[in-house]
């Protein structure tokens, strides 16, 4: 499959990996938006948040879990940061494969559009 966050999984592309289970990779963001930008994906291709299911509540789960603990270990947790799931093309969606952003280590605009 042509996907780039696939070919990542797979290690056909290089990517800055910091957490790998048999769920989710993380890996930080190619073009930074904050000082700290990690994203948590499925390791499976799921095309956006709307692709979703109730059968998918324990992936759902771990991606928080897993952010929760990358903010842990980039020492942003305690001062704060913003997860943030884009979907579909007016949700500013590029990748169609499913990701969270994790952004932290400055503070956050008020705006979310
Ligand atoms: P979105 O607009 O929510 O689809 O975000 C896609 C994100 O993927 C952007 O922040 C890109 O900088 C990031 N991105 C695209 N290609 C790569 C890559 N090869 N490695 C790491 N991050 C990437």
Known sequence: MDCIF????????????????????????????APVHVLIIPVKHIPSLADVTEADAPLVSRMISVANRIAEQEDVAEKGYRVAINCGEQGGQ????????????????????
């Open 6 to 33: 696939c070919k990542i999984v797979a290690g056909e592309v290089p990517a800055d990996i910091l957490y790998r289970d048999e769920l989710v990779i993380a890996f930080r963001d190619i073009n930074p938006e």
């Open 94 to 113: 590029l990748v169609p494969h499913l990701h969270m952003h994790l952004l932290g280590g400055r503070q956050m605009s008020g705006k979310l559009g």
